[in-house]
């Protein structure tokens, strides 16, 4: 039960910070496309290939609101490393041997 407890718990704050924390994040380029610009040869970089994705620059497409976008973009990340992670403990779990379950007194 504790730990039931301790992952909704975990699970509300990351929704949280996901979706509230992104409204204030900066709207500043990051670290490598900073330098990038500074250096000069931001110009020359090809257009990513995701760049037409849903997710594509943190942002989600169908959504005028640049923070709200963002926003939703980050609760829909935390959700599916939630699904792909929860999947793969539960594959890895499954997988062990058959007599784990057992005691060996």
């Known amino acids: 039960m504790r730990s039931r407890r301790f992952f909704v718990i975990g699970l509300l704050a990351a929704l949280l910070i996901a979706g509230v924390g992104s ?19 931001l110009d020359s970089a090809d257009e990513p290939k995701t760049g037409d994705s849903p997710f594509a620059d943190y942002q989600t497409s169908g959504v005028e609101d640049e923070r709200l976008s963002g926003g939703l973009a980050g609760v829909v990340g935390v ?27």
Request: no cysteine.
């Open 23 to 41: 409204y204030y994040a900066s709207s500043h380029p990051d670290g490598l496309e900073f330098v990038a610009g500074e250096t000069g040869f």
């Open 79 to 105: 959700a599916l490393v939630l699904v792909l992670a929860g999947g793969l403990a539960y594959a890895v779990r499954r997988r062990g041997s058959p007599d784990s379950s057992e005691s060996t007194d």
